[in-house]
């Protein structure tokens, strides 16, 4: 590269072919008032292009190239799934290597960046309500001078990109899931004063070059995207609209990723996705021509099968290998894509977890049909039993709706008596709120009465609850193979972790036996294998004595 094309690049005078940014695409990105960024408008004040061609033909030497460095400190909050944990590593990522810092103190921040929840109304509400906390410090630092720029990333800043730049206009930047690379731009942007915005979504964005910058405490677990978006399209749900279409990372960059975090001693992986085993590569050609697997017996798609691509039974087989003491899970999957082969391997390796999600989200084949879930309450409980008899001693987690469009008094007794049938571990359980832009906004009402959601609501907590407290009972005397993950939140003394099933378990913190033969007494350490004793259970929780520390290789050898 010439000289002055280098020095040029580095001021951030000159893009290359890469990176182009067209005219259209920059008004499309710019908030209310605020310009286009090109060559012309960047910060008022600075050198111009004459300025640096002037300097090269000096013969002044030009700054070498490279990402242009950020200025100050970055403070990250996270609200929302886990798909947003991993959006704010990804997005940390990317911030420091444009030269930012990093802070767990709000008052050091120069920077504040909220990565937002637009599932429901309440979630939303939360980021309203931090915000006029945030007007306040922001009106504190503009009288000592200190500016402060505030942040909205994620799906509520897709889906109310106008309304958060305008209320009150405390916020400086808006950026959606698809938009992170654009945050050092944007963020230079509103250094000049000006709101910026990238919202735009992207038919091919899995940020799949970026290794994300892990902040889970204790390094023992870790989130790894595989894919983004879904294509669903149930009538509730606003992720389509926020996060876009479905695309699947490279299983290359994910196998490196996995590595990665097994040569850091990272113990646990869980694969993320919105619809995380309809995973699809397509990124070789070769990957085209593969078979396509049929969905599980009696569901359906709103869309037509989508051939080729290597799929999730493909990419769980070659993630379990790579290494044998570190414990797989995924998240969160949907019903309809559970071929065999995904479960054949889930009872093969002894390092996936026998533990399934399956949202059933109603118990009322009427409700789940206004849903388009694709599946009957038959379907789904021959498929619970289907999944019971290939996987012996799996442990079910599940997602409920309460109160949903049209939802009777009967439909609701059919959700209580599935979750009476199904008896599940774990549990997730909503009331409806139903969200703009979806199926169900714009065909179905939400008659169903905030007092009766509630009163629904509450019914479905305490049979989950008793079921749930019914199914851990039955571990009581069993021994459970526990990767702990530090001290208990409740008790110094104690530790916590989480068995296979993904259940929590309390223990003494004790010193106890070494399973690998030494005969020194040792005291486990978060990311150790512990074989507990569980001595009772209640409908979360289970706890125990600790018997020794062992390895997961050691422990499937024994049973």
Known sequence: MLPWRRALRAAGLLRSAADPRPGASRRARCGPGERPVGRRAALPAGPDLRHFLRGVAAGEPGPEPGPVPGTGKVYLET???????????????????????????????DVILLVTCSVREKAEQAIWNRLRHLKALKARRQQARLPLRIGILGCMAERLKEEILQREKLVDIVAGPDAYRDLPR????AESGQQAANVLLSLDETYADILPVQTSAGGTTAFVSIMRGCDNMCSYCIVPFTRGRERSRPIASILQEVRMLSDQGVKEVTLLGQNVNSFRDMSEVQFQSAATPVLSRGFS????????????????????RIDPEMRIRFTSPHPKDFPDEVLQLIQERHNICKQLHLPAQSGSTRVLEAMRRGYTREAYLELVHHVRESIPGVRLSS????????????????TVSLLQEVRYNVGFLFAYSMRQKTRAYHRLQDDVPADIKKRRLEELITVFREEAARANEAMVGQ????????????????????????????????????????????????????LVKVTSAGSQTLKGVPLCRTSLSRSAACH
Request: a negative charge.
């Open 301 to 320: 798609t709103v869309y037509k099968a989508k051939p080729g691509g290597l799929r999730f039974a493909h990419l769980l087989d070659q993630v379990s």
């Open 186 to 189: 944007l963020l230079a942007v």
């Open 399 to 414: 997602d409920f709706i309460a109160g949903f469009c049209g939802e009777t008094e009967e439909d609701h007794q059919q």
């Open 479 to 530: 021994s459970q193979l526990v990767l702990v993950e530090g001290p208990s939140k409740r008790s110094a003394s104690e530790l916590c972790g989480r068995n296979d099933g993904n259940i929590k378990v309390i223990f003494p913190d004790a010193e106890i036996e070494d399973a690998a033969g030494c005969k020194a007494l040792v005291r486990a350490q978060p990311g150790d294998y512990v």
């Open 79 to 109: 609200y929302g799934c886990q798909m947003n944990v991993n959006d704010t590593e990804i997005a940390w990522a990317i911030l420091q290597k444009n030269g930012y810092a990093r802070t767990k103190e709000l008052d050091e921040a």
